[in-house]
């Protein structure tokens, strides 16, 4: 065994190796015309769907990239992974655990019998009503000052600029009363412990920022390589705030279908209802892949076909 993963730890592949491994996924994928795009947040639905990119960053900063990896999508529930890096850097994971939990509902991400069942506990941060509880407990004297913290500590993660798609912060915002619902039962519950219609609309245009797959390749290597940008460099969060985001990441990052997951390929992850999808190799690599036709549990088909395939490629799966 020991042997094993001391030859996981360094097995290397080389540059080409890594480019055909991305190569072959989107060839492979293009033509799957799997699943559909989301419409229940209408703009979604407009997208064209057969837009399909991969990108690979490596923890030494090199970035691999197939298909169309220039195209924006909003983060959605991708964006739950860094505003929960930034409740761990502030107060700490026992914060999250005591307020949130960190077990898998089982449930859909947007249940609220699951609030019910528990009382609003065991939510983990991942699924709505713990995504708006934990986006309730960024810190700051107001909006504006909650806002930056979350928008700068996506940028440091992207090592670039991010900014919100206005048009779907719009379309989610207008149409968003079951969050409505979501936060302030969550409130009710004392899970949320102020102004749960502000905590919803900050968590609404944080799942409406614009990324491209290279952006979110880039922020998962940043997991990937210890909380630490490999591009820039920059320490966004320590290595065991890294360690403690990816291991829920690996419970809950894909909801219900979390364990199907883990089964193919190993790694923690994360999806969005834009398409997108990130994997976190740790110490080797983090994927960002994006293709906005989805399964029935909300996961990108294609995303999750192109990562499954690189991490078998260049075997990544540790188990
Ligand atoms: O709150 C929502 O429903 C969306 N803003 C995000 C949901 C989502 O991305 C679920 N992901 N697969």
Same mark, same amino acid.
Request: charged content about 20%.
């Given at each position: 065994f020991a042997d094993t993963s001391a030859n996981l730890q360094t097995e290397k592949f080389s540059p080409q190796q890594i480019q055909a491994a991305l190569n072959e996924a989107y060839a492979k994928f293009k033509d799957d015309r799997t699943g559909a795009n989301a419409t229940?947040?209408?703009?979604? !639905?407009?997208?064209?769907?057969?837009l399909f990119g991969i990108s690979l960053v490596t923890v030494d900063g090199h970035v691999y990239t197939a298909g169309d990896v220039d195209q924006k999508f909003s983060m959605q529930s991708i964006s739950k992974v860094f505003t929960l890096a930034q409740v761990i850097k502030e107060s700490g994971l026992k914060a999250v655990e005591d307020?949130? !939990?960190?077990?898998?509902? !089982?449930?859909?991400?947007?249940?609220?019998e699951a609030i019910e069942t528990h009382k609003g506990k065991e939510?983990?941060?991942?699924?709505n009503p713990g995504a708006i509880a934990t986006t309730s407990m960024v810190q700051g004297k107001n909006r504006e000052e909650i806002w930056s913290k979350i928008i700068g500590i996506y940028n440091d993660f992207a090592g670039t600029k991010l900014t919100v798609l206005d048009e779907v912060y719009k379309s989610e915002a207008a149409t968003n009363q079951r969050n409505q619902a979501i936060g302030k039962l969550m409130f009710a519950y004392g899970r949320?412990?102020?102004d749960p219609d502000r905590a919803t609309d900050i968590y609404t245009e944080q799942c409406s920022v614009g990324v491209d797959a290279k952006n979110l390749a880039a922020m998962a290597a940043t997991l990937a390589n210890g909380g630490t940008n490999p591009v820039t460099h920059k320490a966004v969060i320590t290595a065991e705030q890294a360690e403690n985001v990816m291991a829920v990441m690996a419970t809950a990052g894909l909801y219900d279908d979390s364990g199907k997951w883990l089964v193919k390929t190993g790694l923690p992850a994360k999806s969005g209802v834009g398409g997108g999808v990130i994997a976190i190799s740790p110490g080797r690599f983090g994927i960002g892949a994006f293709s906005p036709r989805l399964d029935e549990a909300g996961n990108s088909v294609r995303a999750q076909l192109a990562i499954e395939y690189v991490t078998n490629a260049l075997h990544a799966n540790p188990y």
């Amino acid at each position: 065994f020991a042997d094993t993963s001391a030859n996981l730890q360094t097995e290397k592949f080389s540059p080409q190796q890594i480019q055909a491994a991305l190569n072959e996924a989107y060839a492979k994928f293009k033509d799957d015309r799997t699943g559909a795009n989301a419409t229940y947040i209408p703009i979604l !639905g407009k997208m064209p769907s057969e837009l399909f990119g991969i990108s690979l960053v490596t923890v030494d900063g090199h970035v691999y990239t197939a298909g169309d990896v220039d195209q924006k999508f909003s983060m959605q529930s991708i964006s739950k992974v860094f505003t929960l890096a930034q409740v761990i850097k502030e107060s700490g994971l026992k914060a999250v655990e005591d307020n949130i !939990g960190v077990d898998a509902t !089982g449930d859909v991400f947007n249940s609220i019998e699951a609030i019910e069942t528990h009382k609003g506990k065991e939510m983990n941060p991942f699924v709505n009503p713990g995504a708006i509880a934990t986006t309730s407990m960024v810190q700051g004297k107001n909006r504006e000052e909650i806002w930056s913290k979350i928008i700068g500590i996506y940028n440091d993660f992207a090592g670039t600029k991010l900014t919100v798609l206005d048009e779907v912060y719009k379309s989610e915002a207008a149409t968003n009363q079951r969050n409505q619902a979501i936060g302030k039962l969550m409130f009710a519950y004392g899970r949320i412990k102020e102004d749960p219609d502000r905590a919803t609309d900050i968590y609404t245009e944080q799942c409406s920022v614009g990324v491209d797959a290279k952006n979110l390749a880039a922020m998962a290597a940043t997991l990937a390589n210890g909380g630490t940008n490999p591009v820039t460099h920059k320490a966004v969060i320590t290595a065991e705030q890294a360690e403690n985001v990816m291991a829920v990441m690996a419970t809950a990052g894909l909801y219900d279908d979390s364990g199907k997951w883990l089964v193919k390929t190993g790694l923690p992850a994360k999806s969005g209802v834009g398409g997108g999808v990130i994997a976190i190799s740790p110490g080797r690599f983090g994927i960002g892949a994006f293709s906005p036709r989805l399964d029935e549990a909300g996961n990108s088909v294609r995303a999750q076909l192109a990562i499954e395939y690189v991490t078998n490629a260049l075997h990544a799966n540790p188990y």
